[in-house]
């Protein structure tokens, strides 16, 4: 049974800083591809994509956030990581972990974890 577990989230305030963790079980981490995405508070069910590493070392952000956050791995921890630095407030909201499934098949989604920020 493959589960995700994100934790980390909470009240930070503008310019603040939060790491996020996503602690997996079920999959082959070392080279199973990780995803963060967020729901923003006010835009809708819709997940955007935040950072990914592809579990080949190579990673990919959204525009928005690049420069600022940053995305990593223990893979002896089966734990991949969010390094948010210069949050904004409309960056509040829900931040998912994935991780990318067998082919044909859906990705694993964690149950997320709440980013709210404010003063």
């Known amino acids: 049974q493959v589960q995700l577990v994100e934790s980390g989230g909470g009240l930070v305030h503008p310019g603040g800083s939060a790491r996020l963790s996503c602690v997996t079980s079920?999959?082959?981490?070392?080279?199973?591809?990780m995803g963060w995405y967020r729901q923003r508070q006010g835009l809708g069910p819709q997940r955007e994509f935040v950072a990914g590493e592809m579990g080949d070392g190579s990673t990919k952000y959204a525009d928005s956030v690049k420069g600022r956050f940053t995305i990593s791995r223990d893979n002896a921890k089966s734990t991949v990581y969010l390094q948010m630095n210069s949050l904004k407030p409309e960056e509040t909201g829900v931040y998912y972990c994935?991780?990318?499934?067998?082919?044909?098949?859906?990705?694993?989604w964690g149950q997320g974890t709440q980013v709210t920020v404010s003063s």
């Open positions: 994935a991780a990318e499934g067998p082919p044909g098949a859906g990705d694993y």
């Open positions: 079920g999959i082959t981490f070392s080279s199973n591809a």
